[in-house]
């Protein structure tokens, strides 16, 4: 036992059961490619076996923002690890890339071996959603950096898709059709006003149901992240997609216009799709202006597709098919910005 580490505030040992026990929800993520096992100093993944003529790799990363904040609040952290994959795997799709593998950095006040388990196997969940391999991570215990209580989890992905296949936005073109995607809720931006409008405005309960919330409020708030992999990228075999969004920070107005060009803006009719109740009821306890709301939250919808307009009604059968809720809920114009008819 290294005595003068413990004294420190670390547990190697701790650690070496946290290894233990997330070495089952690591063996759940084996998919074709995924080399070696855990425990070595690097991840690895053969891209020969794929078959790939001309691959081109597509990276992400990211973390889950102050969400986490509401997850320690409920000592909950069975589900956060999928909002980390989902942030990551649903911006490589973006692209049209399948993401191939994936890592995690979780850094923790105090190594907690049942904590950092039920995180792993968020993590794991995440990546068999989307056909990942989950090849290693680090798990890094911080006293006196976090407390006891607290983590920081961040990912990272690696996708790759054919060269001719890759979807950089340059077949968007006026006239395009916006097909949105639902999403499961707030899922991992916006945190920062969400726990305002919860806690400093309104001194809210994260154990009550509210009128309109069909759960209690923290298990709205910690619905994970949709993660919209297989479903996509069955579309994509099918149907020509000019562009991909994933909307995320800045909602509408930041996401959308990265996929087209000069000259162009899109035009979306809000009431085409069906808002999770979650959205109402941060507006009117915040008191935020319902066009702001678009500039800040995702308003239930999680990706968009842009599509030719005769490609419209398949790219939505195709998604309810496939288990999605999928509808036309705008287009692209000749007018640049973002112009969202309110209901």
Known sequence: MAKSYEEAGVTLEAGYESVRRIKKHIAATQRPGMMGNIGSFGGMFDLASLNYKEPILVSGTDGVGTKLKIAFMMDKHDTIGQDAVAMCVNDVLAQGAAPLFFLDYIAVGKNDPAKIEAIVKGVADGCVMSNCALIGGETAEMP???????????????????????????????????????????????????RKIVFKDNHLDLGKQYDGLPDTLGNVLLTPTRIYVKPVLQVLEKIDVHAICHITGGGFDENIPRVLHEGQGIHIEEGTWEMPPVFPFLEKYGKVDHREMFNIFNMGIGMIAVVRPEDAEQTVSLFNELGEKASVIGRVTDKEGVDILLK
Do not use: C, P, R, W
Request: glycine share 14%; aromatic share 8%.
């Open 144 to 194: 006196d950096m976090y407390s006891e209580d607290e983590y920081d989890i961040a990912g990272f992905t690696v996708g790759a898709v054919e060269k001719s296949k890759l979807i950089d936005g340059s077949k968007v073109q006026v006239g395009d059709i916006l097909v949105g995607l639902a999403s499961t809720g707030v899922h991992s931006n916006g945190f920062s006003l969400v």
